[in-house]
């Protein structure tokens, strides 16, 4: 069962470079969502979709974008690296099913801006 | 004030001892409860939910008290493998809401069960 994938593990980017971080899900979950971790900050919502074609933001929305043209994807588009944005970014997934369903996390991208 | 407060340890606790800890909520609209467990360098998994009766899952017992606006996390006879970052979860949206994951998470308790 591969779950919630994300690619990569590990990233080092220069200031002011863009990247992609991939996720993909297999149990055709609805929602998928990315969070980014910080020490001291606990997880912070960057943005969300509530099904293929839909998304919005999150608690930290600012220099990420985002789409969902499948159900599977959703991939965290980085337009230009900010030292600020050195963190570890989970993607994670949940069923539309019963309020308390779980979110999946995939293993995270520690993801280093110098 | 924090949506979500917990009180981040460390926790340093012998094998077999009993362990609790809370978490306060802000929001008191908040609709579901969660703990989550984060090893070291690992993705949140869930742990349990938390019920308005309170709930019980082996040697763990979660409890919500909405009167005071907090949940809390028993863990009894403590096992070394119980070594991990605790998060405490909100979600303060009805579920049939869209963008029902808005979950707010604690910054997580650190917990070490020393043999």
């Known amino acids: 069962n591969a779950g919630v994938t994300q690619t990569p593990k590990f990233q080092v980017l220069k200031t002011g470079q863009s990247m992609t971080l991939q996720c993909a899900q297999d149990?055709?979950?609805?929602?998928m969502s990315w969070y980014r971790q910080d020490p001291g900050m606990g997880l912070r919502l960057i943005h969300y979709?509530?099904?293929?074609?839909?998304?919005d933001q999150g608690e930290v929305p600012n220099g990420y974008n985002v789409s969902r043209s499948t159900t599977e994807d959703f991939p965290l588009r980085l337009l230009s690296a900010a030292p600020s944005q050195t963190s570890v970014y989970f993607c994670?997934?949940?069923?539309?099913?019963?309020?308390?369903?779980?979110?999946?996390f995939g293993n995270g991208t520690r993801l280093t801006v110098t | 004030r924090k949506e979500v407060e917990q009180d981040p340890g460390p926790f340093n606790v012998p094998e077999g001892a009993t362990v609790a800890f809370n978490c306060t909520y802000s929001?008191?609209?908040?609709?579901?409860f969660f703990w989550y467990r984060q090893d070291c360098r690992k993705e949140p998994k869930l742990l349990m939910s938390?019920?308005?009766s309170g709930n019980e899952d082996g040697r763990f017992t979660a409890q919500l008290n909405r009167a005071s606006q907090y949940i809390s996390l028993l863990i009894r006879d403590s096992k070394l493998s119980d070594s991990a970052t605790y998060l405490c979860?909100?979600?303060?949206?009805?579920?049939?809401?869209?963008?029902?994951?808005?979950?707010?998470f604690g910054t997580g308790t650190r917990l070490t069960i020393i043999p």
């Open positions: 938390v019920y308005s």
């Open positions: 149990m055709n979950h609805e929602y």
């Open positions: 979709s509530v099904g293929a074609g839909i998304t």
């Open positions: 929001n008191s609209a908040s609709q579901s």
């Open positions: 979860v909100v979600n303060k949206t009805p579920f049939w809401v869209r963008g029902n994951e808005k979950l707010t």
């Open positions: 994670a997934s949940r069923g539309a099913g019963t309020p308390n369903s779980p979110l999946h």
